[in-house]
């Protein structure tokens, strides 16, 4: 059946001597199939068990191609009651994905919306999830094209907000057009079109409960999953794109409200002024330029640090005053103009190298003083720019915003 989509016509019928509902289920099956009245044997099946006889010709009909087939109130004492408190049941989650694909026209996907709608999800849930389902990753730092020459500007809280909402925002945004864009006359097959190895399809795949249905499964029934999990795997990228679409409708209002969040979190107003790690100093920033006092504070900080701790030069004093000495000296006698000579050089040798120090410091805290300035008013510049960016940022989030609320309105096409 599952195999080329028919069943052949028996004219032997099935034994009904053990009061199950399945041989007179598959006389009705097979009724149906052939064009047939089948309330005779569908009487005597659902006198047994009414749920299982219709979730079995429900399931059977989506299978072998014919789900359009089945009467109108099959489908709603098949699927039974969902419920936020009780696992899915997989032969709900089997009439769900058949109902998502197609196999039973527009009034079996509009008949699972109308079921999920009533449970009203979006009242009980929490919309982090939501949105990680739908947008996985963990939130890094948005560096927009104006802050790019100083990224640590980028990791300010209060300017990092907008960025990484509008970046969200527009990522919210490609998903649901993803979701959203999938082709309606392009449907899964419920069939897996040679007949085997069904025993390896999932579990809620309608041919394996099927399956299981009728004791034809040598597996037990795996755990079943609750509403919401099944609601945000569907959500998930790479998941069966019709499953999608129903769960994205499922999470209308949630991701309504969070994209609306996001777009008035891209018009936040940049504070009057902020602090900025530069050099290893704490650099206030305001829109009129670096604000002084920190500015002054850090080219105390860099002339304390940059001038070396050297001694008092005593050695080279006291060779200076031992060349005088023997230089006096040398007035009596020739022989001490060689000794004063040389300790006259080695006091100017330490005495010069000392100034050479003083100068190296000197440059050193002249550049660095330079550099910080040059960096401040850099960074100013950028946070002006980083302006000028936000008004165009918060009219691209609010159109992102308002496609998005465009795309969940249209919803899953039933047809």
Same mark, same amino acid.
């Given at each position: 059946?599952?195999?080329?989509?028919?069943?052949?016509?028996?004219?032997? /019928?099935?034994?009904?001597?053990?009061?199950?509902?399945?041989?007179?289920?598959?006389?009705?099956?097979?009724?149906?199939?052939?064009?047939?009245?089948?309330?005779?044997?569908?009487?005597?099946?659902?006198?047994?068990?009414?749920?299982?006889?219709?979730?079995?010709?429900?399931?059977?009909?989506?299978?072998?191609?014919?789900?359009?087939?089945?009467?109108?109130?099959?489908?709603?004492?098949?699927?039974?009651?969902?419920?936020?408190?009780?696992?899915?049941? !997989?032969?709900?989650?089997?009439?769900?994905?058949?109902?998502?694909?197609?196999?039973?026209?527009?009034?079996?996907?509009?008949?699972?919306? $109308?079921?999920?709608?009533?449970?009203?999800?979006?009242?009980?849930?929490?919309?982090?999830?939501?949105?990680?389902?739908?947008?996985?990753?963990?939130?890094?730092?948005?560096?927009?094209?104006?802050?790019?020459?100083?990224?640590?500007?980028?990791?300010?809280?209060?300017?990092? $907000?907008?960025?990484?909402?509008?970046?969200?925002?527009?990522?919210?945004?490609?998903?649901?057009?993803?979701?959203?864009?999938?082709?309606?006359?392009?449907?899964?097959?419920?069939?897996? /079109?040679?007949?085997?190895?069904?025993?390896?399809?999932?579990?809620?795949?309608?041919?394996?409960?099927?399956?299981?249905?009728?004791?034809?499964?040598?597996?037990?029934?795996?755990?079943?999953?609750?509403?919401?999990?099944? #609601?945000?795997?569907?959500?998930?990228? /790479?998941?069966?794109?019709?499953?999608?679409?129903?769960?994205? !409708?499922?999470?209308?209002?949630?991701?309504?409200?969070?994209?609306?969040? #996001?777009?008035?979190?891209?018009?936040?107003?940049?504070?009057?002024?902020?602090?900025?790690?530069?050099?290893?100093?704490?650099?206030?920033?305001?829109?009129?330029?670096?604000?002084?006092?920190s500015m002054h504070a850090a080219e105390r900080e860099i002339t304390e640090d940059g001038v070396s701790r050297q001694r008092p030069p005593w050695g080279a004093w006291a060779l200076v005053v031992a060349a005088v000495a023997f230089f006096a000296g040398a007035l009596a006698t020739g022989l001490l103009v060689l000794p004063g000579l040389l300790c006259a050089a080695a006091g100017g040798w330490l005495l010069w190298r000392r100034h050479q120090a003083a100068e190296s410091d000197s440059r050193y805290i002249a550049s660095q003083v330079g550099e910080l300035k040059e960096l401040a008013?850099?960074?100013?510049?950028?946070?002006?720019?980083?302006?000028?960016?936000?008004?165009?940022?918060?009219?691209?989030?609010?159109?992102?915003?308002?496609?998005?609320? $465009?795309?969940?309105? $249209?919803?899953?096409?039933?047809?």
């Amino acid at each position: 059946m599952a195999a080329n989509g028919s069943v052949p016509p028996s004219e032997a /019928g099935f034994p009904d001597e053990s009061g199950e509902w399945l041989p007179p289920a598959l006389e009705a099956l097979l009724a149906i199939l052939g064009g047939n009245d089948p309330l005779e044997p569908l009487s005597r099946a659902a006198s047994r068990d009414q749920q299982t006889t219709a979730l079995f010709l429900c399931l059977a009909l989506a299978v072998a191609g014919h789900g359009t087939r089945i009467h109108a109130s099959w489908l709603g004492t098949a699927f039974g009651e969902l419920s936020l408190d009780r696992p899915v049941t !997989h032969g709900q989650r089997a009439l769900w994905l058949a109902a998502a694909r197609g196999a039973y026209g527009p009034a079996g996907k509009i008949f699972v919306l $109308r079921k999920l709608d009533a449970l009203a999800v979006h009242q009980q849930a929490d919309p982090a999830q939501w949105l990680q389902a739908l947008v996985p990753g963990e939130a890094t730092v948005v560096v927009p094209a104006s802050l790019v020459d100083f990224p640590e500007l980028a990791e300010i809280p209060d300017l990092a $907000r907008p960025a990484q909402a509008g970046t969200k925002l527009a990522r919210i945004l490609a998903r649901c057009i993803e979701i959203t864009s999938v082709r309606e006359d392009v449907t899964t097959p419920l069939t897996n /079109g040679t007949g085997s190895p069904a025993s390896v399809w999932a579990e809620d795949e309608p041919l394996s409960v099927l399956r299981n249905l009728v004791g034809l499964s040598d597996r037990e029934e795996g755990p079943r999953g609750s509403l919401i999990s099944h #609601l945000l795997d569907d959500l998930r990228p /790479g998941a069966d794109p019709q499953l999608a679409a129903i769960s994205l !409708h499922v999470a209308a209002p949630i991701l309504k409200r969070v994209t609306d969040e #996001l777009a008035a979190d891209t018009q936040l107003v940049a504070p009057d002024s902020v602090v900025v790690p530069m050099l290893g100093h704490q650099i206030r920033l305001r829109p009129e330029g670096p604000d002084q006092d920190s500015m002054h504070a850090a080219e105390r900080e860099i002339t304390e640090d940059g001038v070396s701790r050297q001694r008092p030069p005593w050695g080279a004093w006291a060779l200076v005053v031992a060349a005088v000495a023997f230089f006096a000296g040398a007035l009596a006698t020739g022989l001490l103009v060689l000794p004063g000579l040389l300790c006259a050089a080695a006091g100017g040798w330490l005495l010069w190298r000392r100034h050479q120090a003083a100068e190296s410091d000197s440059r050193y805290i002249a550049s660095q003083v330079g550099e910080l300035k040059e960096l401040a008013d850099g960074a100013v510049w950028a946070l002006h720019a980083y302006a000028r960016e936000a008004d165009d940022r918060a009219r691209q989030a609010a159109d992102d915003a308002a496609e998005v609320t $465009r795309l969940l309105r $249209r919803g899953p096409r039933a047809a």
